[in-house]
C-alpha cells in the first residue's frame, strides 16, 4: 500500500468520502457557529421542525469536532495522496474545496431557519421550499465537481 496505490478503494472512492467528509463537518461546524435563531420576545415559540435538544457543551463539540473534520479532510484533499495538490498550477481543486465548504455553511443555515422557533413558523415554510433544494443541489454537485478536479489533478500531475 505504500507505493501509492488505491489499496481495496478506489482512488475515486476515497476522494468522494473526503469531500463528504468536508461537506458533513462544515454543515456542523457551520450549524454552531450560526447559533440558535428562535425569536426571545416570543414566550411559546412554534416549530415547524424541532430542533435537537442538546446542551450547549454538546453542540460546541460537535461544531468544534466537524470544523476539525472539514479541516482535515480538505487538507487530505488538496495535499495528501488524494489529490497531490501542486500549488498555483491547479487552483481549481482549492476554489472547490471552499465552495464546498460555503455549501455546507448554506446547508447549515438551511437548517437553522427549519428549526426556527417563531410565532408563525413561515420562515421555516419558506426555508425548506426554496433554500433546502437549492443547498442540497449545490451541495452534491460541487462534490461530485471536487472529485473529478482532483480525479483530473492527478492524472496531470
Same mark, same amino acid.
Given at each position: ?26 454543515? $456542523?461546524?457551520? +450549524? +454552531?457557529? !450560526? ?13 415547524? =421542525?424541532?430542533?435537537?435538544? +442538546? ?8 461544531? =468544534?469536532?466537524? +470544523? ?6 480538505? /487538507? ?5 495522496? $488524494? ?14 474545496? /471552499?465552495?464546498? !465548504?460555503?455549501?455546507?455553511?448554506? /446547508? ?6 427549519? @428549526? !426556527? ?17 437549492? $443547498? ?7 462534490? /461530485?465537481?471536487? @472529485?473529478? $478536479?482532483?480525479?483530473? @489533478?492527478?492524472?496531470?500531475?
Amino acid at each position: 500500500m505504500s507505493d501509492g496505490s488505491p489499496g481495496l478503494l478506489g482512488a475515486g472512492v476515497v476522494r468522494f468520502t473526503a469531500a463528504l467528509l468536508v461537506l458533513l463537518g462544515s454543515v $456542523a461546524g457551520g +450549524w +454552531w457557529l !450560526i447559533g440558535d435563531l428562535t425569536e426571545s420576545a416570543v414566550t411559546n415559540p412554534e416549530y415547524l =421542525v424541532s430542533p435537537p435538544n +442538546w446542551s450547549p457543551v454538546v453542540e460546541r463539540t460537535v461544531g =468544534v469536532g466537524g +470544523w476539525c473534520v472539514a479541516f482535515l479532510s480538505a /487538507v487530505y484533499l488538496l495535499v495528501g495522496p $488524494a489529490g497531490r495538490y501542486s500549488g498555483s498550477r491547479h487552483r481549481r481543486p482549492f476554489v472547490l474545496v /471552499v465552495l464546498v !465548504i460555503l455549501a455546507g455553511v448554506f /446547508v447549515a443555515l438551511v437548517l437553522r431557519l427549519a @428549526t !426556527i422557533g417563531a410565532s408563525g413558523a413561515n420562515m421555516a415554510g419558506l426555508s425548506i421550499i426554496f433554500g433546502g433544494p437549492l $443547498a442540497l443541489l449545490a451541495a452534491i454537485g460541487l462534490m /461530485v465537481a471536487l @472529485t473529478r $478536479a482532483l480525479g483530473d @489533478t492527478k492524472e496531470r500531475v
